[in-house]
């Protein structure tokens, strides 16, 4: 039953070309870093360009051309996305006790997505910073999207849904100054 | 030994103590439930009268430390002098000049009465603390002032 589940529902589909979706993944894509000197002081500034992977999570129904030409957004959302083999020295998610309780939502910052399989586009489970989140204007995702023309990874429906639900979770959260005290 | 459920304990009701890794780092109140293992030893460090005292579950090897102001992040299994630990005993810590039981290790029927899901608890606080490496690059750029436009508001001509 598992193999059916999996084949009639992909986590992933290869897509090309500058139409964006939420859940597309680029990798190494470019994030700028301004200096907080260069808000004030009309100068010359350097400036650093971070190559970051991220995932799209503005809304697809927002990136969709309408009929005048444009879409919606301006600006794309973007999630910094971690390989699980990069974070083999990480505290909480060098063992699979982490994962597994990130995978239950247990830290609602950050969200798991599937390992990818399909062939010469194999990816290593990912982890999505929910908190770590940039945007860039939509004409440079959509450059950046279609570079060389090479194909992406696209994550596909419910899981797309999935991981904007944990986004909207984790962004809506609440600190209560007291809380009502632990029942014994 | 199926299972069995840690238990804080403290002389005083304003002290609190933590058990970190097995079982998050946060604080946890005297008497409060810390968490279920299924089994475990304990380790005492080499020299007992500044080492730590610490839980190691022997199924994943994660070690939960006691004394969280010498160290916060776990052990590794390897350095501990383990021995087996059974069901009823007491984890203690070295303060001062003699052993306080800090952690009492209680029956499974105890802890059964409990789902499992009860200790497992959401984390808002984890965090990547050092974020893998990424290449980067700087380019200098000229700021203007009174370059930035602000977005003008367009009706949508679909709505």
């Known amino acids: ?184 | 030994m199926n299972g069995a459920t840690i238990k804080t304990r403290s002389s005083t009701a304003t002290e609190t103590r933590t058990l970190a890794s097995r079982f998050g780092s946060r604080l946890f109140e005297p008497g409060e439930s810390a968490g279920r293992v299924t089994g475990f030893s304990v380790g005492i460090g080499a020299d007992p009268s500044v080492g730590p005292v610490y839980l190691v579950d022997s199924l994943s090897g994660i070690i939960a430390l006691i004394d969280y102001r010498r160290q916060q992040h776990p052990l590794e299994s390897d350095t501990a002098e383990a021995r087996e630990l059974d069901v009823e005993s007491e984890v203690r810590e070295f303060l001062g000049d003699q052993w306080r039981a800090v952690a009492s290790i209680v029956s499974d029927q105890e802890g059964a009465e409990w789902p499992e899901e009860e200790f497992e608890m959401v984390d808002w606080d984890v965090r990547i603390e050092t974020p893998p490496p990424r290449p980067s690059r700087r380019v200098v750029v000229k700021f203007q002032k009174g370059s930035y436009r602000p977005p003008r508001i367009i009706d949508d001509p679909e709505d």
Not at chain 1, 19 to 42: K, M, N, S, T
Not at chain 1, 50 to 71: E, F, P, W, Y
Not at chain 1, 100 to 128: Q, S, T, W
């Open chain 1, 1 to 184: 039953m598992a193999d059916v589940g999996a084949s009639q529902y992909p986590w992933y589909a290869l897509v090309s070309g500058s139409d964006l979706r939420q859940g597309d993944i680029l990798l190494g894509c470019p994030v700028v870093v301004i200096p907080p000197q260069a808000i004030h002081e009309p100068e010359e500034h350097p400036i650093t360009i971070d190559r970051q992977n991220v995932i799209v999570m503005t809304q697809s129904c927002d990136l969709a051309i309408r009929d005048h030409g444009k879409c919606n957004a301006d600006d794309v959302l973007l999630a910094s996305l971690y390989f699980r083999h990069e974070l083999k020295d990480q505290r909480h998610f060098c063992k699979p006790e982490g994962w597994e309780a990130a995978r239950k939502g247990r830290f609602p910052r950050y969200h798991v997505l599937n390992e990818c399989e399909i062939p010469g586009h194999e990816l290593d489970y990912m982890l999505v910073d929910l908190e770590r989140v940039f945007t860039l204007s939509i004409g440079a995702v959509r450059k950046v999207a279609d570079a060389d023309g090479k194909k992406r990874i696209r994550l596909l429906p419910p899981y797309r849904e999935h991981l904007s639900q944990a986004f909207a979770r984790f962004f809506m959260r609440v600190g209560l100054p007291v809380d009502i005290p632990r029942f014994k």
